[in-house]
T-cell receptor, first 113, second 115 residues
Framework: GENVEQHPSTLSVQEGDSAVIKCTYSDSASNYFPWYKQELGKRPQLIIDIRSNVGEKKDQRIAVTLNKTAKHFSLHITETQPEDSAVYFCAASKGAGSYQLTFGKGTKLSVIP | GAVVSQHPSRVICKSGTSVKIECRSLDFQATTMFWYRQFPKQSLMLMATSNEGSKATYEQGVEKDKFLINHASLTLSTLTVTSAHPEDSSFYIC???????????FGPGTRLLVL
């Protein structure tokens, strides 16, 4: 089955700096890659996603890049703010017929004011 | 839009009792619902996939007789933890998607504590 590796497990940045979280996946059939943000005790919330026919997607301070050949994708957060502090999970899915998500282990991001 | 609710948000029960958790899609018809378990400081682990009107598909290692899943309508799925034991204490989260949409929308989770 699919295996998703996520690094780093913890990340501390100064407010205003950028943060990058990287994930690799094992199944070349995976074609949908969402990123979720989860605050302590809360539900995971989708922040951005990318499909395999796209190499990069941006939404304000958040961007995701995908390298299908290398089977890795990354989350980039620019101009970080204290409210960005949370655990971020990447995931991969093969889409139609399954739609099951395989999650990475998560990255705890701390933005220091 | 795309709101998923769960009830209860917290439950404490005695060992050996059964607990039912409800997951509802409030503003869309959920053709598929998923149930996850999340232990402290860990990732989400898929327990089962539930399609409306069909039997749930369980992941390897998840006991289907212990974790009963029912998806009787397009807006409601239930997870019943039967004969709960302390090791079943965890954060249980459901998610839902509609036909043609890949994105899963998550419920707020249910924290189960078995004494």
């Amino acid at each position: 089955g699919e295996n998703v590796e996520q690094h780093p497990s913890t990340l501390s940045v100064q407010e205003g700096d950028s943060a990058v979280i990287k994930c690799t996946y094992s199944d070349s059939a995976s074609n949908y890659f969402p990123w979720y943000k989860q605050e302590l005790g809360k539900r995971p919330q989708l922040i951005i996603d990318i499909r395999s026919n796209v190499g990069e997607k941006k939404d304000q301070r958040i961007a995701v890049t995908l390298n299908k050949t290398a089977k890795h994708f990354s989350l980039h957060i620019t101009e970080t703010q204290p409210e960005d502090s949370a655990v971020y999970f990447c995931a991969a899915s093969k889409g139609a017929g399954s739609y099951q998500l395989t999650f990475g282990k998560g990255t705890k991001l701390s933005v220091i004011p | 839009g795309a709101v998923v609710s769960q009830h209860p948000s917290r439950v404490i029960c005695k060992s050996g009792t059964s607990v039912k958790i409800e997951c509802r899609s409030l503003d869309f018809q959920a053709t598929t619902m998923f149930w996850y378990r999340q232990f402290p400081k860990q990732s989400l682990m898929l327990m089962a996939t539930s399609n409306e009107g069909s039997k749930a598909t369980y992941e390897q290692g998840v006991e289907k007789d212990k974790f009963l899943i029912n998806h009787a309508s397009l807006t409601l799925s239930t997870l019943t933890v039967t004969s709960a034991h302390p090791e079943d204490s965890s954060f249980y989260i459901c998610s839902a998607r509609w036909s043609g949409e890949e994105t899963q929308y998550f419920g707020p989770g249910t924290r189960l504590l078995v004494l």
